[in-house]
């Protein structure tokens, strides 16, 4: 094993053994679950209020499908009259405005909802189950009147049923303050950049600190000059910096599988019949309403692949650049009280960089998205937002080699000043001195 | 042979200049004694040998050729400041220390099993770092710096923080390291020690090497001409024409106990003549000088401009 190798055994040990480590990677996978499960079971509970969505049904098809339930009331409206006239009513008279301008067996993206506040998912689905629904019929009724039912029509039939092209999908659209329409996104896409983007910054917080707090203990205890005798100060960078990011690889995987599992093992339990149907059913109202298969085919609909594989990327050269940074701050002190002094900049930047990821979730492609996503300090943090949302292969590989080009500056600037701070003591030094470091041989 | 020689280091850090045209020459299996003040340069000195910093000019030449960055593993250095990873446990530490300077897993656990059993501490082996005593974690660093048979040894003040009876174990083991033929740089401020077990010396005074050579050529030729005599009377009055001054006498036993410094023009044995024109000598000693005495005379001198 060469010293580096070592090296990052040591540091990776060190951390996975303990047992603080241990029992916080397998709880909080519960906790996270519980968290999301209790506002679903809530939101099956609350809204009470019934809302009224106008229906434009120009084919005059699907009005009659769109039956009222205890949450909402479908009105159909006068196709004819300009969509303006009732767009003006929004939020007033009517929650959204379902326009559905084409037969939808033959244009299956001729229907969009309209609304001032983001659709409920339990809305959107209901809406596209039924539509979906008719359009089965119409097409099996289609096919029924084509000829007689021989074995090939057969074979259609059960083409129709099993085809995906049945599936409605209602493209939403979002009247904002100033009466602009945009096309938003599906509140799907938005959690899961959320999350991501929740987690890169809370990762690169947590183990970049981590990295620092490792380098100024070894400085603290004494450790390090005797391993500069015999490693090169960059390996022990180096391992260190790769030992405390494989510990937060580690965790992510397990909690990627370990909430992967609880999450399907909660859906199983929701999607049940657990609740007896008589008073329980009343109780929490539109029950049917959450319907985690739903959830599922949505969920199943984001390029996961891409996500992940990209997460990964982006996490290790977000990671490896804030920890060279923090560990250079780490060799830079003698103590934890003095690295506050120095952090605060980079916590200012990071949390830059959650802020402005927080506010491209509604805006994902937006100039503050762009830029943001492209700068190679806060690219990490937000390029996750736009991810699910569909972002332009030249932007991605431009912000990947901007973020690898500032990863690999702040590596070798961080390898500068570690090798000179971590054997002084006393001073704390100025950022003049730092930089003088840097031109030492 | 010299085992070890450094040549004209200067090393500079910003307006300071730690080394000064520093050279060494530290014979191949003896204890070399490198003395000086705190703020001396020392340590500097000692970080480029090791190669933990590059001087800006001058070299390190270890066994007859320039040193290279593969000669870190021939040396074990125990630095004055100095401390373990405390969540880790003893056995694995010192494994951990044996594999990073090349030894393969079996070897150094050979290694360790013999160390551990030498300073009598098997029991602590798989104990954390954390419990153990500051002399016991002083043992490890000692077993961490030797363990991987390296060929010169550099010591920064190994004696601190030990108690008499391990200090003792610990001359002893550096002492028996040199019979092996390995080479000792030990840098310290216990003059004691120095008398006791280094050959040769270098003082560092202000980024300079002011005082090189053998222990006992130095203290020989710093001799001041003091000598100590017990002699057998009641009172001692030297006559006012006599080769000497009376520094001080106290009583000792039924006899008195003297010091006195004779003048330079004069042998020792003319001294003990002219002694014994009037009293009777019980025993008579040349106080050499204590490299205490000399490293305070030397590092008071003001340097020569």
């Known amino acids: 094993m060469t010293p580096l190798q070592l090296i990052i055994e040591r540091e990776y040990l060190a951390r996975v053994k303990k047992k603080s480590f241990i029992l916080l990677t397998i709880l909080m996978p519960f906790l996270f679950v519980g968290i999301a ?68 067996s033959q244009e299956p993206k001729a229907v969009s909802f309209l609304s001032e ?71 799907v896409a938005s959690i899961v950049g959320g999350v991501f983007t929740f987690l890169i910054y809370m990762f690169i917080m947590a183990y970049g600190a981590m990295v620092m707090q490792a380098v100024v203990e070894e400085k603290k205890n004494r450790i390090v000059e005797v391993m500069v005798s015999t490693v090169r100060p960059v390996n022990l960078l180096v391992g260190k910096i790769i030992g405390v990011g494989l510990v937060g690889m580690t965790q992510l995987i397990i909690w990627g599988i370990l909430i992967g599992g609880l999450m399907s093992v909660a859906t199983v339990f929701t999607a049940a019949p657990v609740l007896p149907a008589s008073g329980a059913e009343a109780m929490i109202g539109g029950a ?121 500056l702040m590596a070798w600037l961080a390898a500068k000043i570690y090798r000179v701070g971590i054997l002084m003591y006393g001073k704390k030094p100025t950022l003049k001195e730092m930089i003088r470091w840097i031109k030492y041989k | 042979m010299y085992y070890l020689q450094t040549k004209d280091i200067v090393k500079q850090y910003a307006a300071h200049r730690a080394l000064d045209g520093v050279s060494i020459d530290v014979p191949k299996a003896s204890v070399f004694g490198l003395l000086g003040p705190n703020g001396a340069g020392k340590t500097t000195l000692i970080r480029i040998i090791t190669r933990i910093t590059a001087p800006d ?49 079996a070897q150094a656990q050979a290694e360790i099993d013999k160390w551990f059993q030498k300073f009598e501490m098997t029991d602590w082996y798989g104990k954390k770092v954390e419990e153990l005593s500051k002399g016991m974690q002083q043992k490890v660093q000692f077993i961490a710096t030797v363990i991987h048979n390296p060929d010169l040894l550099i010591f920064d003040e190994p004696f601190s923080g030990f108690d008499p009876v391990n200090s003792e174990l610990l001359k002893t083991e550096i002492l028996k390291l040199k019979a092996e033929g390995k080479t000792i740089i030990l840098s310290t401020h216990n ?28 203290r020989n030729s710093h001799k001041s001409g003091i000598f100590r005599l017990k ?75």
Not at chain 1, 95 to 102: A, E, K, N, R
Not at chain 1, 349 to 369: K, R, T, V
């Open chain 2, 191 to 218: 003059m004691e020690s120095v008398e006791s077990i280094c050959d040769n010396i270098t003082l560092i005074n202000r980024s300079k090497a002011v005082l090189q050579g053998s222990v006992a050529e130095i």
């Open chain 1, 288 to 408: 049917d309403s959450f319907d985690p298969a739903q959830t599922i085919a949505i969920l199943s609909g984001i390029n996961w692949l891409e996500i992940i594989l990209l997460f990964f990327v982006y996490f290790i050269g977000g990671y490896m650049m804030y920890a060279s940074l923090f560990a250079a701050i780490g060799a830079a002190v003698d103590n934890d009280q003095d690295t506050q002094q120095f952090m605060m900049p980079i916590t200012f930047i990071i949390l830059f960089a959650f802020y402005a990821g927080l506010y491209s979730i509604q805006n994902p492609d937006g100039p503050l998205a762009f830029w943001c996503s492209l700068f190679p300090l806060s690219s990490p943090i937000v390029m996750m937002v736009r991810l699910p949302f569909g972002v332009p292969l030249w932007e991605k590989l431009l912000s990947l080699a901007l973020l690898f080009a500032a990863f690999l």
């Open chain 2, 57 to 105: 000019s001058g070299c390190v030449i270890l066994d007859g050729r320039t040193m290279d960055k593969n000669d870190v593993y021939k040396i074990g250095y125990l630095p004055e400041e100095r401390g373990l990873y405390k969540k880790m446990k003893v056995g694995e530490h010192a494994l951990f220390f044996a594999r990073l300077r090349g030894m393969d897993r």
């Open chain 1, 37 to 104: 499960l209790v506002p679903a079971f809530l939101s099956m509970v609350k809204d009470s209020g019934e809302k009224t969505i106008a229906v434009i049904d120009k084919t005059g098809l699907y009005t009659t499908e769109l039956q009222s339930s205890q949450n909402y009331r479908f009105i159909s409206v006068d196709p004819d009259s300009p969509l303006v006239s009732y767009m003006m009513k929004l939020d007033t008279d009517y929650f959204g405005i379902l326009d559905i301008s084409g037969d939808l």
């Open chain 1, 117 to 187: 506040k983001q659709p409920p998912l339990d809305l959107l689905s209901m809406i596209e189950n039924r539509l979906s629904e008719k359009v089965k019929n119409q097409k099996l009724e289609g096919l029924a009147h084509s000829g007689s039912a021989d074995s090939a029509a057969i074979a259609q039939v059960l083409a129709v049923i099993d085809s995906k092209s049945n599936n409605i999908s209602v493209s939403t659209l979002r009247k904002d303050k100033e009466g602009e329409m945009k096309e938003s996104s599906t509140i």
């Open chain 2, 231 to 305: 002699l057998q009377a009641d009172t001692f009055i030297p006559p006012a024409d006599a080769p000497f001054v009376l520094l001080s006498s106290a009583p000792f036993g039924d006899g008195l106990d003297v010091r006195i410094r004779k003048n330079v023009d004069i042998s020792p044995a003319e001294l003990i003549r002219c002694v014994l024109q009037t009293t009777e000598i019980l025993s008579f000693e040349e106080e050499m000088p204590s490299m205490n005495d000399i490293f305070i005379e030397t590092v008071k001198t003001p340097l020569p401009v």
